[in-house]
């Protein structure tokens, strides 16, 4: 199975955008939809910290404090996506986003509980 990250662009300060994670193809007839998924972020220079997480159904959501309040995560399992809206924009918040996806059913902020990521996409935010 494959995750596909996608939606990064340029924004300014205070816009918002929406990153997309697809899931493609089956491994042992599994795709992700009983799974945990999680977004990631990487700055330059820095480690990958964890944003947020959404557990299988959806029901369950986690957040770093740093997007609390102006990101939101969720999915579709019948389309084999997750979403992260992002609002209120920050220059800080400039990074490559990964998309994974989780051993369990529900997940956290460790990102070894994380057994298959996407490729990344960049979201920069001038100030």
């Known amino acids: 199975v494959q995750l596909q990250a996608s939606g990064g662009g340029l924004v300014q300060s205070g816009d918002s955008l929406t990153l997309s994670c697809a899931a493609s193809?089956?491994?042992?007839?599994?795709?992700?939809?009983?799974?945990?998924m999680g977004w990631f972020r990487q700055a330059p220079g820095k480690e990958r910290e964890f944003v947020a997480s959404?557990?299988?159904?959806?029901?369950?959501?986690l957040y770093d404090d740093s997007v609390e309040g102006r990101f939101t995560i969720s999915r579709d399992r019948a389309k084999n996506t997750m979403y992260l809206q992002m609002s209120s924009l920050k220059p800080e918040d400039t990074a490559v986003y990964f998309c994974a996806a989780a051993r369990t059913a529900v997940s956290g902020r460790d990102r070894t509980a994380y057994t298959s990521w996407g490729q990344g996409t960049l979201v920069t935010v001038s100030s």
């Open positions: 193809g089956r491994t042992f007839g599994r795709t992700f939809s009983n799974n945990a």
């Open positions: 959404v557990s299988w159904n959806g029901a369950s959501t």
